[in-house]
């Protein structure tokens, strides 16, 4: 699982730097997201947040060791096996808000609930929402996967900024680095939720006192077990 997301790093000026990390979700629950389990996999040093398709530069190089992963690699030697192993690994989700969603999975909008389906939201009363029952029947219409990909191929082909705005006005997507992983790695764009740093925090990312207290609580339990 992978998340994205941005931070101030310093009070008395505006400095975006964006970090990209992982969870393996094979890890317990309660350790899973612990500081100590978290792979950081890219860091953005950008005074501000990296705008659209150009976080692909960011992706590329992360997407090339997920395609090894789910290939196969092999470990020299783990704690649980001297001799090595063999392991594949693929990317089942991606948990961030709304507008890293759109960046890094190229949906073209919030508007635009996933590649998947063909809801829209509708523009009722000055603003957009989902709301309404009427085309219900619209709702569960799937998109061809094969589309998509040729579609989001065919926006890198553009030659301008204005023939890319059109383009992903007409056709609904973008290009997106993700979509190089082979289509039975890739769950990703199935499996996109929304999550904030509140919630990382919650579970003691951020917070190393309160995961050194979460692991004395849980050797606790299971030295009186």
């Not at 096996?81 to 190229?106: E, F, H, Y």
């Not at 009427?134 to 709702?139: A, G, I, K, P």
């Amino acid at each position: 699982m992978i998340n994205l997301d941005w931070f101030q790093s310093y009070d008395s000026t505006f400095y975006s730097i964006g970090v990209i990390y992982a969870a393996i979700c094979n890890l317990p629950r309660d350790i899973r997201f612990k500081c100590e389990n978290l792979l950081v996999l890219g860091l953005l040093p950008e005074p501000n947040e990296v705008s659209l398709h150009k976080i692909n530069h960011y992706i590329a190089p992360i997407v090339n060791e997920l395609e090894l992963l789910w290939s196969e690699i092999t470990l020299n030697r783990t704690f649980e096996c001297q001799n090595g192993k063999n392991i594949r690994a693929a990317l089942v989700l991606i948990s961030c808000d709304i507008p890293t969603a759109q960046k890094i999975c190229g949906h073209i909008s919030a508007l635009v609930s996933c590649h998947r389906c063909m809801k829209r939201a509708n523009y009722e009363d000055h603003q957009h929402n989902f709301a309404g029952m009427e085309d219900m029947e619209n709702w569960f219409i799937t998109c061809d996967s094969t589309e998509h990909r040729r579609n989001a191929l065919a926006w890198r082909s553009c030659n301008s900024t204005n023939s890319r705005k059109n383009f992903v006005s007409e056709k609904g997507v973008r290009w997106s680095e993700l979509l190089r992983l082979p289509s039975n790695a890739l769950l990703i764009f199935r499996n996109c939720e929304v999550d904030n740093e509140e919630d990382l925090d919650q579970r003691g990312c951020f917070n190393p006192e309160r995961s050194k207290e979460d692991s004395r609580k849980n050797e606790s339990i299971q030295n009186t077990g």
